[in-house]
């Protein structure tokens, strides 16, 4: 019997019964019944409508805007990300119309901080694009982390409390991390730092940046023994003068003679003093502590260490009214062939590497000699033949210039490498310049003889491309950096790397050496820096701040500060000791491609692909830094001391000398 006609026949036998009461309690029932049956269809279809996020994402996105001022650039951190989730939760269902028209409706509000990302995720057309796009996968499997005060957490709570917003709620609930804080709200300028993608852990950061970090300098280093012999012959020096003076008292005769003799040597002595105080007040590496090194250290050949200490005592010592002098070398013709330069320690070798897969080196000292010199027509070469050397004041005028054109009878002005099977992204010379590091596009690491001029060891461990591979300071041992989302330490005599270190959420674009040797910094796509410790493989600190992806590493030379600069062109300095921004510095406005500190650590070299390369004040900071310890926010700012336009050509490597002269070099694809 069907259910409708069983119902009809019970209610026909109360009738016949005479049980009124009774057939109207059923009736209300089956009416109640109803009803919840039609309310839960109509919930269940409203779960499914595509219009629910439009409809909840706009009303949070007007009640953010209308917040009070006070609170409204804290409440306005949430709409981002749950922007990003209701696209891609849209995508997932497979309502590819809607999530296009949500997408194009409401971008706009976010193209000025997060353009680049918006660019990426603007690609994805179907549910198979989430799968197989790194940063929808990162984003969907991570947790976004964002500080609060506890007003205004408290007022967005109520708001999703009163709207009801299913859809809102279970994005915020399954993709955000609030960290709530006491006391006001924080300031607008501190917003770099206060929205983060740091995992499913919220605690993660927090966690790892109370590990404790050795900051300092070797112990027994070269420059440590300079310092040492400096002031041994300053006290000795002093002490000679002051007897020299007792004894010009006790001879002289002359009152007039006297007293210029007197007055000179006191002006020595005042010259002498005003000269160890203003090294010892320009110099960061003196007073850093020091540590005993991790790793077995490679010995230092005596003449070597002899011709550090001749280059340390010629050191010409900057600030920001004696700046550097730049020498600029131009790659050019490389038809956009050129991935990646670097220069020696001393200046003396420039390498290229090139997209067909080879690697070149330029000897400087070779420039100008027209018998060595080959033309670009020679082997039909399209990977920079040419060369151009340019030492000025960071401009490429025609003074002491030199461009590579020959005849087709002679030598390359060049040594060629060849051995790699893909892209050369990155190369990097030894301390002493004997050796020479590359990776590529086919997973592997070479290292190079500069005297042999040959390869001696394909180094494999990576399974996809390597970005960045770097010596450390004390040679032999070399950090690579790789799209399988890992760093990788590894020693020249080893095919095998030594430690591995996995943590990122995303590509290793680049790797750095802390300068003793017993860490390492990488900067990735996930928008973090992460230092590591060398001898355990562990994570000691992560750095949050910034909003793309992290292209290029400085470590200073006492070994306490570390610049970082991205794709934006932001830079932001941090110190290690503590994991937070000491300075964020906005000057660039394209990907900043190379970072270096002059080597007592007063200057702060960036070269971007805007075509120019700045000069920053870093002891202004960082003393502003010591007397505000007590602040949480990094409101310092480092000053910018001079641009040096390079009028056309993307500044890719830059290097400081032992003696404080800047080198620099960049491409043109095409000269016009």
């Not at 790659?331 to 003396?348: A, E, K, R």
């Not at 932001?570 to 190379?594: A, E, F, K, Q």
């Amino acid at each position: 019997m069907e259910e409708e006609e069983l119902e009809k026949a019970v209610h026909a036998y109360l009738r016949k019964k005479g049980f009124k009461l009774t057939e109207l309690a059923l009736q209300e029932e089956q009416n109640r019944l109803s009803t919840s049956s039609q309310s839960d269809l109509d919930v269940t279809r409203s779960e499914n409508d595509p219009a629910r996020y439009h409809d909840g994402y706009n009303k949070l996105r007007s009640w953010a805007y209308s917040s009070l001022d006070l609170y409204k650039h804290e409440l306005l951190r949430v709409l981002y990300p749950v922007f990003i989730h209701c696209f891609m939760d849209l995508v997932a269902e497979g309502h590819m119309q809607e999530a296009r028209t949500f997408f194009r409706t409401f971008r706009e509000d976010h193209e000025l901080m997060h353009l680049r990302d918006l660019q990426k995720l603007e690609g994805i057309l179907s549910p198979s694009h989430l799968e197989e796009m790194e940063l929808a996968q990162s984003l969907r499997q991570s947790k976004v982390k964002i500080k609060l005060c506890e007003y205004s957490y408290d007022l967005l709570l109520q708001y999703l409390q009163k709207t009801q917003s299913l859809a809102m709620l279970g994005v915020i609930n399954e993709h955000i991390n609030f960290e709530v804080l006491p006391g006001q709200p924080s300031t607008i300028s501190d917003d770099a730092e206060v929205v983060a993608l740091v995992g499913n852990s919220q605690d993660l950061a927090k966690q790892i940046n109370q590990k404790e970090v050795h900051w300092g300098l070797l112990e027994d280093s070269v420059e440590e023994r300079l310092e040492r012999a400096l002031s041994d012959s300053e006290k000795a020096e002093v002490e000679n003068k002051e007897v020299e003076l007792e004894d010009t008292k006790k001879r002289s005769t002359e009152g007039g003679k006297q007293g210029a003799s007197v007055k000179k040597l006191k002006k020595d002595k005042l010259v002498g003093a005003m000269g160890k105080n203003v090294r010892s007040e320009t110099s960061m590496v003196s007073m850093a502590p020091r540590v005993k090194p991790e790793l077995t250290l490679p010995m230092m050949p005596i003449e070597v260490e002899h011709s550090i200490l001749d280059d340390l005592r010629n050191r010409v010592q900057l600030s920001s009214l004696a700046l550097p002098s730049v020498s600029f070398y131009t790659f050019l013709n490389t038809h956009n062939g050129l991935n990646c330069s670097s220069i020696s320690q001393d200046g003396s070798f420039v390498a290229g590497g090139f997209s067909d897969s080879s690697l070149k080196v330029w000897d400087m000292s070779k420039i100008g000699q027209p018998a060595k010199i080959c033309s670009c027509d020679d082997r039909k070469s399209t990977s920079g033949c040419c060369f151009y050397g340019a030492n000025s004041q960071g401009e490429n005028g025609p003074t002491q210039s030199d461009h590579l054109q020959g005849s087709d009878e002679g030598k390359r002005p060049y040594t060629l490498f060849q051995g790699h099977a893909g892209p050369v992204y990155s190369s990097t010379f030894s301390p002493l310049g004997d050796f020479l590091l590359s990776s590529s596009s086919d997973s592997t690491i070479r290292l190079w003889s500069n005297k042999l001029k040959a390869n001696l060891v394909c180094y494999k461990g990576h399974n996809y491309p390597v970005w960045d591979v770097q010596f450390s300071p004390v040679g032999h041992y070399f950090a690579s950096a790789s799209h399988d989302r890992t760093a990788r330490i590894w020693s020249m005599e080893r095919i095998q790397p030594l430690r591995i270190m996995a943590g990122h959420l995303s590509d290793v674009d680049c790797v750095q050496w802390h300068v003793n040797s017993n860490y390492i910094a990488t900067g990735s796509s996930d928008k973090t820096v992460r230092l590591w410790d060398v001898q355990s493989g562990e994570c000691v600190r992560i750095f949050i701040g910034h909003r793309s992806m992290v292209l290029s590493l400085a470590m200073s030379p006492d070994g306490r500060y570390m610049a970082s600069g991205d794709e934006d062109g932001t830079i932001m300095m941090w110190d290690l000791s503590t994991g937070r921004c000491v300075s964020p510095l906005m000057g660039h406005n394209s990907c900043v491609w190379t970072l270096a500190f002059s080597c007592e650590g007063t200057l702060l070299a960036s070269g971007s692909a805007d075509c120019t390369v700045k000069l920053w004040d870093v002891t202004s900071s960082t003393k502003a830094l010591k007397m505000e310890d007590n602040k949480a926010s990094c409101t310092n700012r480092l000053r910018l001391l001079k641009a040096l336009p390079t009028k056309a050509t993307p500044v890719y490597s830059l290097r400081f000398s032992r003696r404080n002269l800047l080198f620099a070099a960049g491409a043109l694809s095409k000269l016009s």
